[in-house]
């Protein structure tokens, strides 16, 4: 059990249903009779890896009898909502779905708790949200009835607590999807109650009743629903298996009071505002790409960090509070505390201080004297936490909100007298608007709206199951983002309306911070997974994953101008990022002093390969013919695979589309990082390069014949602009024009047996028998030396945001990772029993990729460190992995020519 939710891994005991269906066919004869739920199928292809199919299945409801299910009556006292029920512990409740996508679709399981009898109401316009982030939320349209058993039930118009205690009961309801894009709900499936519906779904699913012969053609409520949340055409409803008459539909949009002509189905031209669950959030249009790179740590941990308003300071807390001069990064000044510092918080003109320290009461302090100002009685109750998310000021200035016990105190920030006092049991985190008239009270049943004046409730909204944690507003104040305290996933809400606009999924463990940029675009959340992403708050993609801390981040803060960020690990350091993207800045302000992550140019699939499926992760297909070595394209358009041919495959059908005579053995390949060249390592003449859209040859490298065996992709790497390539000749690196295929410079690296350009592109690694050096290219000197000699490295891999080096050796020794800002080794992975093949980090940066002489892959959480899965299926050591730029795929190739294709498959 989970708290107030209980959540089943399976259906209730089959002895169980069994007897309550005896009972009831003994005491109500001739119940509804329900036909079996069709199986969704999905396309698969020849010799291509199965997808999830996005075709959706759907059961119409059976007619009502004239026998329903006869239930006690109940006061008003005794009724009360789904949501109630879980909320006030009244039942244990869990929602499954039964495999269909649409019509007789969802199956709500209760059991009483206590001594308290009541029926439960389960109303038109519940959305259940999906546990899987790749398949459709539902609305509910009604509740059907009991269930008596997988074929039969009794209509009923509300759920019964009636029966005997720990009795487990099963009711059938009627639901709709509400996500086109996304897959069909599984049987396996489990739902939890979300916020309301979108807006026009309401209005549609009670317009049916209205519509003569609308109630029984499942079909076209759904293209109505469908029509206002994702407006899809009526061929693309179509593709899915919805068909239907549109008169029908469009007697339903207009009952509801919409305007059909709006709407593709009916020739509209673009969606209505404001009518989709995923709609865009009303902010700036999305950053097309991110790159976040360490450009300074600071040797000390933090509780919290803050910016000053003008970005000429940083304010780093643990038990003292030191200023940082955001020009140097040296400390210019400190306020002693003499105590555990839990939360600090700047006033909005930076001129005061407000602290939660240790057991005493939150004191604010002058920032520019660090003189004390006054003290706040009675505010200590609020010390338990370690947040800043307990205190947040008035947009004036002039007062101070504070969470003590069950209640929010307004200060006077002036002279420390309470003004006033708003109940709020459970608060731990708090913000308010920019206009001041609105209190957001975050706890563990959601998200409470105030009027900070009156104390009014104006709004309650968010799951109570999903424990929120954390809490941030935008700085326009139209978006509240609510991260949960258990599965990691963010809620970004509609400030005004209380509605959900999207969910934001990426971390494996609870978030512990989270903070928008100055200008709203981006927002960045920490996790107890040690991790820090980036999120465009527009689209709800993931720009970065920023990995570098090995201890929980506590804390972040965007510089005002929104190209730096700064995090804060409580036992470890504060990192100080440097951000650029194609809307904030489309070029770094300085060189950087250290690497930082080729930006993301897919967005990550729902089915990429992740530390919480890797273990579901098998062979799928292999590519025929194959070879040993291989490459995946950029745009995950062209997977190239070099055997004594080169050959180009699409990877939407694994259909051969170009071949070329390579002349001699293809040893390395590598794409250039905007797709438009191909490097083929070729035993002679040397490094050709070709043009991927057509096979054409584009240049031959002079004097690049490599005669060292045995060779591998990673002899050549592509600066992170594509306009050069380096390519290691004897105990040298040689820099290649790629427009013109001229030399253009030669580095010397001794040894050399792999290369990497770091993601500012001014650095090279390069890993010998010796370790690893950096390489700076303009000087040719090596400006940091790190690795393990003994281990005789072979192959190096960059992580994507440029924050970690993998390093494998040629013996039966653990694979490293390092810090590449500093050369400290961050993880060390053992289980390999012979050397490393092969190294590839995952699109995400969450998963390392690792091939061995010992014929095994393995897959690592680099974060933690653990081995996630071993797959085996090859016969010789692989020597090649790469994968698909979604993350969905990882492919790989071994000495006998096999290449296997693998992906997730439950």
């Given at each position: 059990?989970?708290?107030?939710?209980?959540?089943?891994?399976?259906?209730?005991?089959?002895?169980?249903?069994?007897?309550?269906?005896?009972?009831?066919?003994?005491?109500?004869?001739?119940?509804?009779?329900?036909?079996?739920?069709?199986?969704?199928?999905?396309?698969?292809?020849?010799?291509?890896?199965?997808?999830?199919?996005?075709?959706?299945?759907?059961?119409?409801?059976?007619?009502?009898?004239?026998?329903?299910?006869?239930?006690?009556?109940?006061?008003?006292?005794?009724?009360?909502?789904?949501?109630?029920?879980?909320?006030?512990?009244?039942?244990?409740?869990?929602?499954?779905?039964?495999?269909?996508?649409?019509?007789?679709?969802?199956?709500?399981?209760?059991?009483?708790?206590g001594d308290r009898l009541a029926t439960i109401r389960v109303e038109p316009g519940i959305v259940l949200a999906s546990s899987n982030p790749a398949e459709q939320d539902m609305v509910v349209r009604r509740l059907l009835g009991w269930r008596v058993d997988e074929q039969q039930y009794r209509p009923a118009e509300a759920i019964s607590l009636f029966g005997p205690e720990d009795a487990a009961q099963e009711y059938a309801v009627e639901a709709y999807c509400l996500n086109f894009q996304r897959n069909s709900p599984g049987q396996a499936t489990s739902f939890s109650v979300g916020g309301p519906p979108p807006q026009g779904v309401l209005a549609v699913l009670q317009a049916v009743d209205q519509v003569p012969g609308a109630g029984t053609d499942v079909a076209a409520l759904q293209m109505a629903v469908w029509a206002v949340t994702d407006n899809p055409t009526g061929a693309e409803m179509a593709e899915r298996g919805y068909q239907s008459s549109v008169d029908l539909v469009q007697q339903i949009l207009e009952t509801a009071g919409l305007n059909p002509g709006d709407y593709r189905l009916f020739g509209g031209s673009a969606p209505p505002p404001g009518q989709t669950e995923e709609a865009p959030a009303p902010t700036a249009p999305p950053a097309m790409a991110v790159q976040a790179?360490?450009?300074?740590?600071?040797?000390?941990?933090?509780?919290?960090?803050?910016w000053s308003p003008d970005g000429t300071q940083l304010l780093v807390s643990l038990r003292e509070i030191h200023f940082y001069d955001a020009q140097g990064w040296k400390p210019v000044r400190s306020i002693d505390i003499q105590d555990w510092i839990n939360g600090m918080l700047l006033s909005p003109d930076g001129t005061t201080l407000a602290v939660l320290a240790g057991t005493k009461d939150i004191k604010l302090y002058d920032v520019a004297t660090g003189g004390e100002i006054v003290t706040l009685a009675r505010t200590r109750a609020s010390t338990s936490a370690a947040s800043s998310g307990f205190m947040a000021f008035m947009p004036d200035g002039q007062a101070l909100a504070v969470v003590v016990g069950d209640t929010i105190k307004l200060f006077d920030a002036v002279s420390g007298q309470e003004k006033s006092t708003l109940v709020a049991p459970g608060t731990h985190s708090i913000a308010i608007s920019p206009d001041g008239g609105t209190l957001f009270a975050a706890s563990w049943e959601g998200i409470l709206a105030l009027d900070p004046g009156s104390g009014e409730e104006l709004l309650r909204f968010g799951e109570a199951s999903r424990s929120c944690s954390r809490m941030a507003l935008s700085p326009d104040g139209s978006l509240l983002?609510?991260?949960?305290?258990?599965?990691?996933?963010?809620?970004?809400?509609?400030?005004?309306?209380?509605?959900?606009?999207?969910?934001?999924?990426?971390?494996?463990?609870?978030?512990?911070?989270?903070?928008?940029?100055?200008?709203?675009?981006?927002?960045?959340?920490?996790?107890?997974?040690?991790?820090?992403?980036?999120?465009?708050?527009?689209?709800?993609?993931?720009?970065?994953?920023?990995?570098?801390?090995?201890?929980?981040?506590?804390?972040?803060?965007?510089?005002?101008?929104?190209?730096?960020?700064?995090?804060?690990?409580?036992?470890?350091?504060?990192?100080?990022?440097?951000?650029?993207?194609?809307?904030?800045?489309?070029?770094?302000?300085?060189?950087?002093?250290?690497?930082?992550?080729?930006?993301?140019?897919?967005?990550?699939?729902?089915?990429a390969i992740s530390p919480q499926n890797a273990d579901q992760v098998k062979t799928v297909g292999r590519i025929e013919p194959g070879g040993t070595h291989l490459a995946w394209s950029p745009d995950g358009q062209t997977v190239a695979v070099?055997?004594?041919?080169?050959?180009?495959?699409?990877?939407?059908?694994?259909?051969?589309?170009?071949?070329?005579?390579?002349?001699?053995?293809?040893?390395?390949?590598?794409?250039?990082?905007?797709?438009?060249?191909?490097?083929?390592?070729?035993?002679?003449?040397?490094?050709?390069?070709?043009?991927?859209?057509?096979?054409?040859?584009?240049?031959?490298?002079?004097?690049?014949?490599?005669?060292?065996?045995?060779?591998?992709?990673?002899?050549?790497?592509?600066?992170?602009?594509?306009?050069?390539?380096?390519?290691?000749?004897?105990?040298?690196?040689?820099?290649?024009?790629?427009?013109s295929g001229s030399e253009t410079g030669t580095l010397?690296?001794?040894?050399?047996?792999?290369?990497?350009?770091?993601?500012?592109?001014?650095?090279?690694?390069?890993?010998?028998?010796?370790?690893?050096?950096?390489?700076?290219?303009?000087?040719?000197?090596?400006?940091?030396?790190?690795?393990?000699?003994?281990?005789?490295i072979s192959h190096i891999a960059l992580s994507p945001d440029g924050a970690l080096l993998a390093s494998g050796g040629m013996f039966a020794a653990p694979i490293v990772i390092y810090?590449?800002?500093?050369?400290?080794?961050?993880?060390?992975?053992?289980?390999?029993?012979?050397?490393?093949?092969?190294?590839?980090?995952?699109?995400?940066?969450?998963?390392?990729?690792?091939?061995?002489?010992?014929?095994?892959?393995?897959?690592?959480?680099v974060a933690q460190g653990a081995e996630l899965a071993v797959l085996v299926g090859h016969t010789t050591a692989p020597r090649s992995l790469a994968f698909s730029p979604d993350g969905a795929f990882l492919v790989s190739a071994d000495d006998d020519r096999s290449v296997l294709i693998w992906a997730i498959k439950p």
């Open positions: 059990m989970n708290g107030k939710c209980w959540l089943l891994k399976s259906r209730p005991a089959v002895g169980t249903i069994l007897l309550i269906a005896l009972l009831f066919t003994a005491c109500c004869p001739d119940p509804i009779v329900r036909q079996p739920t069709p199986t969704p199928t999905a396309a698969v292809l020849a010799g291509k890896p199965s997808r999830p199919s996005a075709t959706v299945t759907f059961q119409p409801p059976p007619a009502p009898t004239a026998e329903p299910l006869p239930s006690p009556a109940a006061t008003a006292e005794d009724s009360m909502t789904l949501r109630e029920a879980i909320d006030e512990g009244v039942a244990e409740v869990q929602i499954l779905g039964t495999g269909a996508a649409s019509g007789n679709s969802i199956i709500i399981a209760v059991r009483r708790l790179q360490v450009s300074t740590i600071l040797d000390v941990g933090g509780q919290e960090v803050l983002a609510a991260g949960s305290a258990f599965d990691g996933s963010i809620s970004l809400w509609d400030a005004a309306a209380g509605r959900q606009v999207r969910t934001l999924r990426g971390h494996s463990d609870g978030v512990s911070a989270l903070a928008f940029s100055l200008d709203g675009r981006m927002l960045a959340s920490a996790a107890r997974d040690v991790t820090v992403k980036l999120w465009d708050v527009a689209s709800g993609a993931l720009l970065a994953t920023l990995i570098g801390h090995t201890d929980e981040v506590n804390s972040l803060a965007f510089a005002p101008d929104g190209k730096l960020l700064a995090t804060a690990a409580l036992l470890e350091t504060t990192r100080l990022w440097q951000l650029t993207s194609g809307v904030l800045d489309a070029t770094p302000t300085a060189a950087p002093t250290a690497p930082g992550p080729v930006p993301t140019r897919l967005s990550l699939s729902a089915q070099g055997s004594d041919k080169l050959s180009f495959y699409d990877p939407s059908t694994w259909s051969l589309r170009h071949a070329v005579d390579a002349d001699r053995w293809v040893k390395g390949l590598a794409f250039a990082p905007d797709g438009k060249a191909l490097a083929a390592i070729v035993e002679m003449p040397g490094v050709v390069l070709y043009d991927p859209a057509t096979a054409a040859e584009l240049h031959t490298l002079p004097r690049s014949q490599i005669n060292i065996t045995p060779i591998s992709s990673d002899y050549c790497a592509f600066t992170p602009d594509g306009k050069a390539v380096a390519v290691i000749l004897g105990d040298t690196v040689k820099l290649f024009d790629v427009a010397v690296a001794p040894g050399a047996r792999s290369i990497v350009f770091a993601a500012g592109g001014q650095t090279l690694f390069a890993a010998s028998w010796e370790g690893v050096s950096q390489i700076d290219l303009a000087t040719g000197e090596a400006v940091r030396e790190f690795g393990d000699t003994s281990r005789s810090e590449t800002a500093t050369g400290r080794q961050f993880r060390s992975l053992a289980g390999h029993d012979d050397g490393v093949s092969a190294l590839a980090f995952s699109p995400g940066g969450e998963v390392l990729a690792s091939a061995s002489s010992d014929v095994t892959i393995r897959l690592w959480d």
